[in-house]
């Protein structure tokens, strides 16, 4: 029979294991490596992306929740909004950092040049100024690198094979995004090569985007090039349902935009470069150095139709561009 002084020792003994499990659960946790995950757009709208992220993270040994501890913060469109959340993670001590977009790039960039920095961007980051070269970097910063912009100017030409009478076609561009200025100088490159007259819209807020669509419709220009952008790209339900509203036949940079109802998109496979993100963000956990780590290209190219999008803008899409579609939506 256990005596009263017996039965305190263990009750006394369970309270201090009590005690002890958490500290050493806190400890080990405490160990782990942060990512810090930076993104202008929204979480819903990136929602594939992060999973593929996830993924990459995963092919080189790290799991979110049993080696790894992933801090996400997103601006939800609000660029103005990056600062603070960059300062945040930063007082986190986050091990690294993962910039979706120029936005996050320009923002981290400033705020650290210790922490490492992994981008995954659809713009040249030697010309945003980011890094030194893609095969050496150098400083804190490397990544991923998309085509999503340098595509833009073939959306112009399948916009123009599937309005013919589109003249000029408008282009959106957000101008809060770093690589405004560059886009806007490859939209005049594009209106040489194809000779169809072009008008720049710019938006940066969800009435700003109504306007342009409202624009477009109203001066009966006929069609919409969407440039890239963590915004837009959040934003692709809302302007399918405009482009529907208003009768405008839009080519987008992601393929849900079609699924949204939309009438085309071509562009990068976001998810196969945040994959690729998520690699390059675990080899810089296991030590190699972003200064020396070269920049990688995802080259995987997406291009979807909805057909059911055409038949309710009038629109016959060429036999040509339905072969080559990666999805057709009938």
């Known amino acids: 029979m256990t005596t009263g002084i017996g039965r305190r020792q263990f009750i006394s003994a369970l309270g201090g294991a009590a005690v002890v499990w958490p500290l050493a659960a806190q400890a080990q946790q405490s ?3 942060i990512v810090g995950f930076l993104h202008g757009a929204s979480a819903a709208g990136y929602a594939k992306e992060t999973e593929a992220f996830k993924q990459g993270l995963a092919e080189v040994g790290y799991i979110e929740g049993q080696n790894l501890t992933i801090e996400f913060r997103w601006a939800d469109g609000d660029y103005d909004r990056l600062p603070e959340l960059v300062a945040d993670l930063l007082q986190r001590q986050v091990t690294v950092i993962s910039a979706g977009a120029a936005p996050a790039v320009v923002v981290a960039k ?12 659809g713009a040249d980051p030697v010309r945003l100024g980011f890094i030194s070269s893609l095969n050496r970097p150098g ?92 915004y837009f790209n959040s934003q692709r339900d809302q302007m399918a349902a405009m482009a529907a509203s208003y009768g405008v036949p839009a080519v987008h940079e992601l393929r849900e935009f079609v699924r949204a109802g939309g009438l085309m998109s071509y562009g990068a496979s976001l998810a ?40 309710a803008l009038g629109l016959t899409v060429p036999l040509p561009l339905l072969g080559r579609a990666d999805e057709v939506i009938e």
């Open 110 to 121: 400033r705020a650290t040049k210790t922490v490492p920095i992994v981008f995954e961007l």
């Open 139 to 230: 400083g804190n910063i490397t990544g991923i690198v998309n085509l999503s912009n340098g595509l833009v100017a073939k959306r112009v030409e399948l916009m123009h094979q599937t309005v013919p009478n589109a003249d000029p076609i408008s282009v959106l561009l957000n101008p809060n995004n770093p690589n405004y200025n560059f886009a806007a100088a490859d939209m005049a490159a594009a209106q040489t090569q194809i000779g169809t007259g072009i008008e720049l819209l710019k938006a940066r807020n969800t009435s700003e985007l109504d306007a342009s669509f409202a624009e477009v419709h109203g001066h009966r220009i006929g069609a919409l090039v969407v440039g890239a952008d963590p």
């Open 31 to 33: 160990a782990q490596p």
């Open 272 to 311: 196969d470069a945040y994959r690729l993100a998520g690699v390059y963000v675990g080899r810089v956990l296991k030590g190699e150095k972003p200064a020396e780590l070269p920049v990688q290209q995802s080259t995987k190219v997406e291009m979807s139709i909805n057909l059911r999008a055409a038949k």
